[in-house]
């Protein structure tokens, strides 16, 4: 008769939760004691349930061994400082972002600065971004820049690091800083082109009634072809700007046609 082998329940990582009223004085030491890396997430104090009221604030703690442990081993362990049922870690990465809500927008963001690390735990390796993470984070960035409008790599790298330190910030400067600041450039190179042809139609006329009023000016020919010139560059600003050119008010005499089309008066009357 074969004996089915009994499936090994033991694993390496572990977690449970501990509250102020109820750990001793010198729970912090005595989980130290362990020699092995663990965290300490920030205090929770701001949770709420559903219907809005705060939870009794509480502590998360992960620890990490080196070798696998049973639930038994655990217990002994939560229970001397009067921690909660343990659970197994499924997802250490996952787990140690939710100690201060990363991935939960819709709950208080607790400050990386309160989560500690004990026992030489390194917590960053678990709040660096994965390959997945990376371009779901470079996604937000990328919407971020279109919706404000953003021109400048240096506006979206301040907004990081005020904004997102956690999430937003280790991607751009360490993985996609030639990616965004190429879109950001190229976006506000098709802005200038746009611009550029939005104005193209309007400003063509001067460019080319500016090119030929010089062109006539350098011209050896008797005064009266230049006057016929003169006013016939004089008639195409006319049927272009109308009164902005014939009648300007004060506020319009900076304006680009009507220096030009006063030059043209001047050029005529001189010449």
């Known amino acids: 008769m074969v004996v089915a082998k009994k ?20 729970w912090i030491e005595i989980l130290d004691e362990l020699h092995v890396p663990w965290v300490e997430s920030p205090l929770h104090d701001k949770d709420t349930s559903a219907n809005g009221e705060v939870k009794k604030s509480h502590w998360h703690i992960a620890l990490f061994f080196n070798n696998k442990k049973s639930y038994e081993q655990i217990l002994e362990i939560a229970e001397s400082v009067n921690g909660t049922i343990p659970q197994r870690i499924e997802n250490a990465k996952g787990l140690i972002r939710y100690f201060l809500h990363m991935d939960n927008p819709e709950k208080y963001q607790y400050p990386k600065a309160e ?8 917590i960053e390796k678990y709040l660096t971004a994965s390959g997945g993470d990376h371009l779901q984070i470079l996604a937000e960035m990328q919407e971020w820049v279109d919706e404000t409008e953003c021109t400048e790599f240096s506006d979206l790298a301040r907004y990081a690091l005020q904004e997102h330190y956690h999430d937003w910030y280790p991607v751009l400067a360490t993985k ?4 965004l600041n190429t879109y950001i450039r190229s976006k506000r190179h098709s802005k200038s082109e746009d611009k550029t042809s939005e104005l193209s139609e309007d400003q063509k ?42 009648e300007p008010v004060k506020e319009d005499l900076s304006r680009p046609e009507v220096i030009l089309y006063k030059d043209i008066e001047n050029a ?4």
Not at 268 to 271: C, S, V
């Open 115 to 122: 989560m500690i690390a004990h026992g030489g735990a390194d």
């Open 7 to 26: 499936k090994d329940e033991r694993v390496r990582n572990w977690s449970f939760v501990a509250y102020p009223e109820s750990v001793p004085e010198n």
């Open 268 to 271: 005529i009357e001189n010449d």
């Open 205 to 246: 006329i001067l460019k080319d009634v500016e090119r030929e009023f010089l062109s006539i000016q350098s011209k050896e020919i008797i005064k009266k072809a230049k006057n016929l010139a003169y006013a016939g560059l004089k008639h195409r600003l006319e049927r272009e700007y109308g009164s902005y050119v014939l």
């Open 176 to 179: 996609s800083t030639l990616f």
